[in-house]
């Protein structure tokens, strides 16, 4: 059994991811804002409201580690912030703010939970069609597009840098999915694909996907390009 840690848990992929995995029998540390009671009350699930831009948040969850599993064997960056707002009309606040969830919670949490993996290990990140370099862009999505782009060379950086330590680091570009999130961002907008079903593929990937793949972006989408 694993011990997988997995952010972005109040909804959407992240909640589907660990149910998922808990019903599995792996170890579950649920990372959110907000804490669903169907996650609070399963056995194999810890859940931690942390804000990952923030030194305390990410002290809770080194603590928590050290203290309970000492090791971790899964990451799944799956907390994301998305903002629908032509270039002109964002604030720097609101630039910022989308950074800070989208990269530099990533980077860390990234930081922190590093030294107690081990060969074996996968870091996933979960990015966005729109922040791969040549793929449709879309108006409005300026500061979420870009930053899923540097959390998608951060991720490859990595990569490089842990690969004598046996830790693979890959990244999910997703299409739509029929999120909450993309809903109020797109109202009237569906999706071909519900969480759940984004969740069986990740769920997959995050298991067996570092046995194939390391510092590499795979494309999860049914269209194109």
């Not at 879309?138 to 330590?165: D, I, N």
Request: aromatic share 10%; glycine share 10%.
């Amino acid at each position: 059994m694993k011990n997988v840690i997995i952010t972005g848990t109040s909804r959407g992929i992240g909640y589907e991811l660990a149910l998922q995995f808990a019903g599995a029998g792996h170890n579950v540390l649920a990372i959110s804002r907000k804490i669903p009671k169907e996650l609070l009350d399963n056995p194999h699930i810890t859940c931690l409201s942390a804000d990952l831009s923030e030194v305390a948040g990410t002290e809770v969850i080194k603590n928590f580690i050290e203290s309970t599993w000492q090791h971790a064997d899964i990451v799944i960056h799956n907390a994301g912030a998305l903002l629908l707002k032509p270039f002109g009309q964002i604030t720097s606040g609101e630039f910022e703010y989308i950074y800070k969830v989208n990269v530099f919670g990533v980077a860390a949490l990234n930081r922190v939970v590093l030294p107690y993996m081990q060969k074996g290990g996968h870091v996933v990140t979960i990015s966005s069609m729109g922040g791969v370099q040549g793929t449709v862009k879309f108006a409005g999505l300026s500061a979420y597009s870009s930053s899923k782009g540097a959390a998608t060379t951060l991720s490859e950086l990595l990569a490089e840098e842990y690969k004598q330590q046996g830790i693979a680091f890959n990244v999910l570009a997703l299409g739509a999915v029929n999120t909450e999130m993309l809903r109020e961002a797109f109202p009237g907008y569906e999706a071909p694909l519900s969480p759940k079903q984004m969740a069986d593929y990740i769920y997959n990937f995050a298991l067996t996907g570092n046995n194939y793949y390391n510092g590499k972006v795979l494309q999860v989408s049914s269209s194109t390009p």
